[in-house]
């Protein structure tokens, strides 16, 4: 009952997370972060078009990634501070401007500056992700946020067959032309349907903003956990860039088939809501471990034997999904749990960290691909996992279970 009367006082009015009311969080949510992935399986439709080198190619997902940390970090915040609707339908509706004016850029500086921009205005899933936490009860708030985590990590994951698809019918263009027909009904859906919270935290910009440096230094869950998935998220971002290049160039696949490959990864994103639920039951230590091991191990295939082709980069793709989305929900269930009135900065720190390091592991595609081919990818990629395993093994775990 107390925490229906908060969230009642939080609202202004008392709202019952129904599950229509999840499905809706989950779907805006997938519809939103897909604009961060739609160039990453197109890049080399994109690059030649307005006159980028190969090299370069995968530059294009790093700014969008980049221009997303900026907004985690310098907008997410605001979510502590201003009403949450009115913040998210602001953001969304310069997402709306930008990918309409990538569907008609024409110069590389141009594009670039827009994807950035992307990135930047799509930070609304993370206000209504925390807005979810604070009206679900505290019994069941790992599986609401694992199941609307789920429509964002469908968002990620569907979002690179779609793009493929509809580049390889219509036009690369036609792509976000799309997404920002689709982003403007999403707009409207938000702002009918989401319920008003006006956060009781009083203080400047400048006062909440100097404030994410106390919440860094005061809670080392939430340093660990950001640096785990910031690290399995560079292996995630480095094999999803490069991995149409050498679907591309070692196997001819068409763009279609490239869609068909992404949308069989997307099988990763089931163990978002089976996180959540074991989170709840209290089982966070062992799942973290879990979801490491298996991210270490997902490019075994490659580094074992390339003979395993196209089946071991399916392979590859959905353990590495799997992973990288458990550990993501895992991580959220417990910075959630910290400080209530610091969830939007709390999740905006977290966030912020994990697109870094997935806009280091998308900036060193192109790259190790062009001198090491895949074996190079793979064995940098698999790295990133195995750092963070020994971390949580040396320091992480040994803390938890302190304080457990």
């Known amino acids: ?35 961060l992935y739609y160039a990453q399986p197109i ?64 110069q590389p500086s141009a594009f670039l500056v827009i994807s950035l921009l992307v990135g ?36 990620i994951l569907l979002s690179r067959p779609i793009s493929s698809v509809v580049a390889g019918h219509f036009g690369w263009r036609a792509v976000f032309g799309s997404a920002a027909v689709l982003m403007a009904l999403v707009t409207t859906v938000l702002a009918l349907t989401i319920p008003r ?3 009781a935290h009083q203080a ?44 591309t160039r070692q196997f001819g696949l068409t763009q279609t088939q490239i869609g068909i490959f992404a949308l069989v990864g997307a099988i990763g994103a089931t163990s978002a809501p089976v996180a959540g639920r074991l989170a709840d039951a209290g089982h966070t230590m062992r799942a973290t ?17 390339p003979a395993w082709g196209v089946a071991g980069l399916v392979a590859s793709g959905i353990v590495l ?10 991580g959220q269930r417990e910075i959630y749990a910290l400080h209530a009135a610091s969830r939007n900065r709390l999740n905006a720190l977290y966030m912020t960290s994990i697109f870094v390091g997935g806009a280091l592991g998308s900036a060193l595609a192109s790259p190790l691909y062009e001198h ?33």
């Open 1 to 35: 009952m107390s925490t229906q009367l908060s969230a009642a006082t939080r609202t202004g009015s008392p709202v019952k997370l129904t599950r229509g009311l999840i499905a809706l969080f989950a779907f805006c949510c997938g519809a939103i972060v897909a604009n």
């Open 43 to 106: 890049t080399e439709l994109i690059a030649p078009d307005v006159h980028l080198s190969g090299g370069m190619a995968s530059v294009i997902v790093s700014l969008t990634q980049i221009g997303y940390a900026f907004g985690l970090f310098f907008l997410v915040p605001l979510g502590d501070l201003l009403e949450n609707r009115k913040l998210m339908i602001a953001t969304a509706l310069v997402s709306i401007a930008s990918l309409a004016a990538a569907a008609f850029a024409h």
């Open 120 to 155: 930047f205005s799509s930070v609304a899933v993370q206000i209504l992700i925390p807005l979810a936490a604070h009206l679900a009860p505290d019994e069941s708030r790992g599986k609401v946020v694992g199941t609307i985590m789920s429509g964002l990590l469908l968002g």
């Open 197 to 199: 919270r006006q956060p």
């Open 204 to 247: 400047t910009y400048v006062e909440l903003i100097g404030s994410l440096g106390h919440l860094v230094r005061t809670m080392p869950v939430l340093r660990h956990r950001s640096l785990y998935q910031a690290l399995m998220f560079a292996s995630f971002s480095l094999f999803w860039t490069a991995i149409p290049v050498e679907l």
């Open 289 to 305: 471990l879990i979801a490491l091991v298996v991210g270490a191990l997902a490019y075994a295939p490659a580094l074992i034997h």
């Open 321 to 330: 999904d799997f992973a990288v989305q458990m550990n993501m929900v895992l």
């Open 372 to 404: 090491g081919g895949w074996p190079l990818v793979a064995a940098v990629a698999t790295a990133f996992p195995l750092i963070a395993l020994a971390h949580y093994l040396t320091i992480g775990r040994p803390h938890a279970a302190r304080h457990a």
